[in-house]
């Protein structure tokens, strides 16, 4: 059984900082990759970032670039969102998910990724 746990959620003024963590646990070792998503009342559920554990690499959506860092720590089994630069649009509920394959090219598309955890809130404002 596979649980992904998200934490780290909460409360904060734009241009503000975050940093959430999703912890998994169960049989994960052949997963390839991690994700985040996001999604806002009334919206699509949309990637936000990916963690490629084969080689490391990370993707990113175009709104979040420059200002979000996805990042994994293998002795934890934790994969980490650093959110700074916080805007309200970036409000929305986060989740995490993975699977047993991914397609790169679409990596954002959320029907493919098998596992999910119960979303943490974030809300950007002031």
């Known amino acids: 059984q596979v649980q992904l746990v998200e934490s780290g959620g909460g409360l904060v003024q734009p241009g503000g900082s975050l940093r959430l963590s999703c912890a998994a646990s169960?049989?994960?070792?052949?997963?390839?990759?991690y994700v985040w998503f996001r999604q806002a009342p009334g919206k699509e559920r949309v990637g936000v970032a990916a963690?490629?554990?084969?080689?490391?690499?990370?993707y990113y959506a175009d709104s979040v670039k420059g200002r979000f860092t996805i990042s994994r720590d293998n002795s934890k089994n934790t994969v980490y969102l650093q959110m700074n630069n916080l805007k309200p649009e970036d409000t929305a509920v986060y989740y995490c998910?993975?699977?047993?394959?991914?397609?790169?090219?679409?990596?954002?598309?959320?029907?493919?990724?098998?596992?999910w955890g119960q979303g943490t809130q974030v809300t950007v404002s002031s």
């Open positions: 998910a993975t699977g047993w394959g991914w397609m790169k090219s679409s990596w954002y598309a959320p029907n493919q990724y098998e596992f």
């Open positions: 169960g049989s994960t070792s052949n997963f390839y990759a």
């Open positions: 963690f490629s554990v084969s080689d490391g690499n990370a």
